[in-house]
């Protein structure tokens, strides 16, 4: 009886930590303004409610990544004796979720979420404007991409093209200071517990990498917002990313791994073996480097 209500206890429990985890996970892009629609309660947490307690990225299907490609291999010059930088050798994390600074943050497999945060002093070296449509005319740096991301979406954008699924892109590379002072008024305004629920603490957005970019369609309609799921160029984004060296990187049903929620438009180059497999795999960054959920 005492057993039977613990467990009662331990469930009920953890579906109010998954609700809240569901709550709490919002648009992994980082600002208020490029996201705005993700941060409005949707039937989402439902979702992500009833398999965030359970879900573990080392569970089962997750592959091993070979040696080229594992981040033990690429974060760090001591593979062995690296936990700080590699996502495959973190240790479990601590409660209270502390960030880790990623050692190798120019690596084009890196690592970047809520718990893997780049320096500060991070700024990467090879920015340049990929010759794409984008959804506004100022050459800015939200243009930018690193040299190899932006040959590549060049080539994705002329591929969906092709295909009657023309794209626009919305927003790529932002720099650490202004994610900070994007965040910092946030916090001015709101608070930090609640800016942390719909804004990127600086360091961990993958837009600071220069190897992710917000896309949506050519017509400029549901930017960065949650109706471009199920559109026609979301559709062929899903099939055909992996093609050209990019992945999803906050998929549908996956954001007590991610930590964010279904982001369609949010596209990051990881280069086309690894994202072909992720795709093919139906992973996530996480599960495909076996590290842990990002809960928070
Ligand atoms: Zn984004």
Redesign the pocket.
């Known amino acids: 009886m005492k057993g039977l209500m613990k467990t009662n206890m331990k469930i009920k429990m953890n579906v109010s930590i998954a609700i809240l985890l569901a709550l709490t996970i919002v648009?992994?892009?980082?600002s208020k303004n490029?996201?705005a629609s993700t941060i409005t309660p949707s039937p989402t947490p439902t979702a992500s409610a009833t398999t965030s307690p359970t879900v573990s990225p080392s569970v089962g299907t997750t592959p091993t990544p070979s040696a080229t490609t594992s981040p033990a291999a690429t974060a760090t010059v001591k593979p062995s004796s690296n936990p700080v930088t590699s996502p495959a050798a973190s240790p479990t994390p601590t409660k209270n979720g502390a960030i880790q600074v990623i050692a190798k943050p120019e690596s084009i497999t890196v690592l970047v979420n809520k718990m893997n945060s780049l320096p500060s002093s991070y700024e990467p070296t090879d920015l340049v404007y990929p010759n794409i449509a984008f959804t506004f005319s100022e050459k800015i740096d939200k243009r930018k991409m690193r040299q190899v991301a932006a040959t590549a979406i060049e080539k994705l954008f002329a591929g969906a093209a092709k295909d009657g699924a023309p794209l626009a892109g919305?927003?790529a590379y932002r720099s650490y200071a202004t994610q900070k002072s994007l965040f910092e008024a946030y916090v001015k305004k709101d608070g930090e517990e609640k800016a942390k629920t719909y804004s990127a603490v600086p360091g961990t957005?993958?837009?600071e990498t220069g190897l992710?970019?917000?896309v949506t369609g050519s017509n400029g309609k549901c930017a960065?917002a949650d109706c471009f799921g199920g559109t026609k160029e979301a559709i062929w984004l899903e099939k055909h990313a992996g093609e050209y060296g990019f992945i999803i990187?906050y998929p549908q049903g996956k954001a007590a791994i991610t930590g964010y929620q279904y982001?369609p438009?949010?596209?990051r180059y990881v280069g086309a073996d690894i994202a072909k497999e992720i795709q093919s795999k139906n992973l996530t960054m996480e599960e495909y480097y076996h590290t842990v959920p990002v809960s928070k």
């Open positions: 648009a992994g892009c980082g490029e996201g919305v927003s957005s993958e837009h992710a970019i917000d960065a990187r982001e438009w949010h596209l």
